[in-house]
């Protein structure tokens, strides 16, 4: 039986630059979607405790997480199915760069005085 080259890890269109783009925009997307639709879950399973405007805002964070995971996850198992791994890297890179602008926000360092 003769493998066809997306079997093994060649690509008929494109390179390894598309690729490497392709896997960090599969992140920012899917980041951005899954962020939305679990914190609106979590808020919908478990309502606040406070009835102010925060709806729900304390569950972005648990969200964020765990849609980053879910799409390294999804980029890694087809990484590898089609035994291509730069649109897992394309993602790692992209998720590394989404952690550290989440940190830089969340965690802000003051100016020493």
Same mark, same amino acid.
Do not use: K, N
């Given at each position: 039986?003769?493998?066809?080259?997306?079997?093994?890890?060649?690509?008929?269109?494109?390179?390894?630059? =598309?690729?490497? %783009?392709?896997?960090?925009? @599969?992140?920012?997307?899917?980041? !951005?979607?899954?962020?939305?639709? +679990?914190?609106? $879950?979590?808020?919908?399973?478990?309502?606040?405790?406070?009835?102010?405007?925060?709806?729900?805002?304390?569950?972005?964070?648990?969200?964020?997480?765990?849609?980053?995971?879910?799409? =390294?996850?999804? %980029?890694?198992?087809?990484? @590898?199915?089609?035994?291509?791994? !730069?649109?897992?890297?394309?993602? +790692?890179?992209? $998720?590394?760069?989404?952690?550290?602008?989440?940190?830089?926000?969340?965690?802000?360092?003051?100016?020493?005085?």
């Amino acid at each position: 039986m003769q493998s066809t080259p997306m079997m093994q890890g060649t690509r008929t269109r494109g390179g390894p630059i =598309l690729g490497f %783009l392709g896997g960090a925009g @599969a992140i920012i997307v899917g980041t !951005v979607f899954w962020t939305i639709a +679990l914190a609106f $879950a979590l808020t919908l399973i478990w309502p606040p405790a406070t009835t102010t405007s925060e709806f729900g805002l304390a569950r972005i964070p648990y969200a964020f997480f765990t849609a980053i995971v879910m799409g =390294l996850v999804g %980029l890694a198992m087809f990484s @590898a199915r089609v035994r291509d791994w !730069v649109p897992l890297l394309g993602g +790692l890179v992209v $998720a590394g760069v989404e952690l550290a602008l989440f940190m830089w926000l969340a965690f802000p360092v003051s100016p020493a005085a």
